[in-house]
């Protein structure tokens, strides 16, 4: 196959913001590619070479492509660079300068997939002392043989920021529709939660039909996506959705770990599907000791301990554990313990289409409780007074709230997907509702006085799961301490971008933009209905948005969580229906 014909479906995608236009073009795409290729073509089209829980990640720095589009097109460095610094993509600038490029390469041959994937993965591959150089030559060689529309995506390839707009949904949508089974749409996305792999689900569908796909299951070593929880503000209404009986356990705040256990190996997943294992060597060994069985994978939340008092301490302590270096004073200093709540695989048995008790029993009969390895603290309740006790005790204990769990007989684990099978319940739900929203940094602005020369305040948004695009929700300027102010240039210079990004819906001016990527906590006192702010428009009428009032950055980078993870429009207009206050600002016309 050429590439010509990736480049060229790039293209109509990025053309267009209709997911359904995008999936109709993916689908007619995948009807002609072979069985063999298709994986390869699925993870290209997420700007990837492997599934997303593969260490190995493409990404070359700005400067090595830009010298690499130099060398392909012999045009003056400096000539390259303005036009860089006028584009703001490299994607655009390869594509400029292979129109413009003076035509020496007369013995260029036709860019075939095979040939830009041996040069990727070598790329991503390359080690060692003259790696930078190598780079350089493989992405060289590409862009000497690459039509205009081919360099733009292979430069958005190797900064592994596709821009098409292609979510994970879309793929899925296409493949059901390109493979005729659209009415099995829920077992394809199954696949994909239980794998983590939409590759590999896109190679059963074309080899063996949907039956293939079917028997995708939960694997140890390949991570599972995770299970969800909804929120609702009052234990009554919590008993009432649960059946009038439920689990309660408590919340803790840490990290969540999905561990992989098998007789070799004992592996740590976050819920980025991020490889962990090495950030907590400590956890990895308590499991390995604590196990009685074979295999297993379950799940649990790693909490940052005082080990004089035994009390839990706050979350932002475990951060020091996601350094890359250092790793031996960081667990000797930021000591963690795990409370293991779930159990996705036990041995042969793929645990998560059991109910939740039955996944319980599974963890407590194959796992021994040890000073780093705990259950989390569960009680069954069937009373409002009963849980508010259990809730009380959570606080004292140091935790964020609780989680309260549903013992139907339907109470699987549900992979990848947020529902009320789960619901949370913290602190802040009470009184005045004064909810904290994950939200997506995708703009700032230029600080003035004592901010001068960093940013001032920073432009947030939500997550739309069903359009795949990211809508503004507030600007946001509070909560910043000196340090956090000079470490963010820093945490964003690498998802500057041109303009808004494609990915983005605003009706607001930012004097920086950025690709969506960091996710911040940030506690709101209201939401309200805006006209300047994009959350939630589809659910609402034409011309309006839902915007977080008084917005306030609690201190908490959630770097465990994607931008794809953070608060969705849904939740938040859930959020604003359920409030409880009155507003002045028009919120109290609900809808
Ligand atoms: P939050 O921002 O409130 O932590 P979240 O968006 O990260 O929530 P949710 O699904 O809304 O994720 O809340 C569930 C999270 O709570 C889990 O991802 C897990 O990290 C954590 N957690 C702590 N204790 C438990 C428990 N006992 N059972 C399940 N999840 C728990």
Request: hydrophobic share 40%; with cysteine.
């Amino acid at each position: 196959m050429l590439y010509e014909e990736l480049a060229s479906t790039y293209d109509r995608l990025e053309s267009t913001s209709s997911r359904l236009e995008m999936t109709s073009i993916l689908a007619d795409f995948f009807r002609q590619v072979e069985a063999s290729e298709l994986r390869q073509v699925v993870y290209l089209t997420q700007g990837k070479l492997n599934p997303d829980h593969v260490t190995e990640k493409l990404g070359m720095a700005d400067k090595m492509i830009l010298k690499a589009i130099v060398d392909a097109s012999r045009l003056q460095e400096s000539y390259v660079n303005d036009l860089w610094m006028k584009e703001g993509d490299l994607g655009a600038v390869a594509e400029k300068v292979a129109a413009e490029r003076v035509q020496t390469n007369l013995f260029s041959q036709p860019l075939t997939l095979d040939r830009v994937l041996t040069n990727l993965r070598s790329i991503e591959g390359a080690e060692g002392k003259n790696s930078q150089t190598k780079r350089i030559r493989l992405l060289t060689s590409l862009l000497h043989d690459a039509s205009p529309l081919e360099s733009r995506y292979l430069c958005r390839t190797v900064t592994g920021r596709m821009r098409v707009g292609a979510a994970s949904m879309t793929i899925l949508d296409a493949l059901a529709s390109a493979f005729g089974v659209k009415e099995d749409r829920q077992d394809i996305e199954r696949a994909f939660n239980v794998s983590s792999d939409i590759g590999a689900v896109a190679e059963s569908l074309a080899r063996d039909g949907i039956e293939g796909v079917r028997g995708i299951d939960v694997q140890v070593g390949r991570p599972v996506r995770s299970m969800l929880a909804e929120r609702l503000s009052s234990m009554e209404e919590i008993l009432t959705k649960l059946g009038g009986r439920c689990a309660l356990e408590y919340k803790y705040d840490g990290i969540r770990v999905q561990a992989h256990i098998s007789e070799d190996e004992v592996k740590l997943y976050s819920r980025r599907l991020e490889d962990l294992t090495a950030n907590f060597p400590d956890v990895v060994e308590s499991l390995r000791s604590s196990f009685k069985g074979q295999a297993a994978i379950v799940e649990g939340e790693c909490v940052p301990v005082d080990l004089k008092t035994g009390r839990l301490l706050p979350f932002q302590e475990v951060a020091h554990r996601r350094r890359k270096f250092g790793m031996e004073e960081a667990v000797r200093d930021y000591p963690v313990k795990i409370f293991l709540f779930d159990c996705l695989r036990m041995d042969e048995a793929d645990m998560t289409l059991r109910p939740f008790s039955e996944r319980r029993t599974a963890l407590e009969e194959n796992l021994e409780e040890s000073e780093g390895l705990l259950f989390s603290r569960l009680e069954i309740v069937d009373s409002v007074a009963e849980a508010e006790d259990f809730f009380e005790s959570a606080l004292v204990a140091g935790c964020e709230g609780i989680m309260a769990k549903s013992l139907a007989e339907n109470s699987v684990y549900r992979t990848g997907n947020r529902g009320f099978l789960w619901i949370k319940y913290k602190k802040d739900y009470r009184g005045d509702l004064n909810d904290s929203f994950d939200l997506v940094i995708v703009g700032a602005y230029t600080g003035k006085g004592k901010r001068k020369g960093l940013y001032g305040a920073l432009l947030m948004a939500v997550h739309d799961p069903e359009t795949g695009m990211f809508q503004t929700v507030c600007k946001l300027g509070s909560g910043f301490d000196d340090a956090f102010l000079a470490e963010l240039p820093g945490m964003l210079e690498g998802h500057r971008s041109s303009g808004p990004s494609d990915l983005l819906s605003t009706r607001m001016e930012a004097d920086h933009w950025f690709e969506p990527a960091i996710v911040l906590e940030v506690m709101g006192a209201e939401i309200s209905v805006s006209p300047t702010h994009t959350a939630a428009e589809g659910l609402l009428p034409e011309g309006s948005g839902l915007a977080v009032r008084f917005p306030r950055f609690t201190g908490k980078v959630r770097d465990d969580k994607s931008a794809e993870q953070a608060t969705n429009a849904t939740e938040l207009l859930t959020m604003y229906r359920g409030q409880t206050s009155t507003s002045d600002s028009g919120a109290s016309a609900k809808f």
